[in-house]
């Protein structure tokens, strides 16, 4: 049996691994990754997909510890995806293909990295002097009449 004809490839263009800006964004949650890092090593990710803009289509991730605490990365994430702090087993796959705000940070390494996640909200604008944005304390509601499928029709 021959194998089919393939075609080589030996032409790239290489580049820096990009990241979104610092700044606040519209996104959708995508998913939860396991990773490891050979300085770090066993954590998790989180990936949302930037939704309108200049920047749609980018992915936006934390990475966080395999274990997730109040005061952790991971945790942190949890929270602003279910919009609560109750304590015990979650399961973040119902929040898979929601939109949610985020806050994009500046890492040490020059890169960002999602600082913050809350449930999608209208008119949320980022303060001109950016800092930290504290989570809503309850859950917030779907806009009437959303529909996650038509988030391009929103209009920003």
């Excluded at 809350?118 to 859950?139: E, F, I, K, S």
């Amino acid at each position: 049996m021959q194998n089919p004809t393939s075609e080589s490839i030996f032409d790239f263009d290489l580049s820096d691994f990009e990241t979104v800006p610092q700044g606040q964004y519209i996104a959708i949650f995508k998913d939860v990754q396991k990773t490891n890092h050979d300085q770090w090593g066993e954590g998790v990710m989180f990936c949302f997909e930037i939704a309108s803009g200049e920047h749609k289509g980018q992915m936006a991730t934390r990475i966080g510890k395999p274990h997730a605490t109040k005061g952790n990365a991971t945790g942190k994430m949890i929270m602003g995806i279910t919009g609560t702090q109750n304590i015990g087993r979650v399961d973040l796959r119902p929040f898979v293909g929601k939109p949610y705000n985020i806050v994009m940070e500046p890492t040490q390494a020059g890169k960002t990295r999602v600082a913050n996640v809350w449930a999608y909200q209208r008119a949320q604008t980022m303060p001109v002097n950016p800092g930290p944005v504290p989570m809503p304390q309850a859950p917030m509601s779907t806009p009437t009449g959303f529909d996650t499928a038509d988030i391009d029709q929103i209009p920003f």
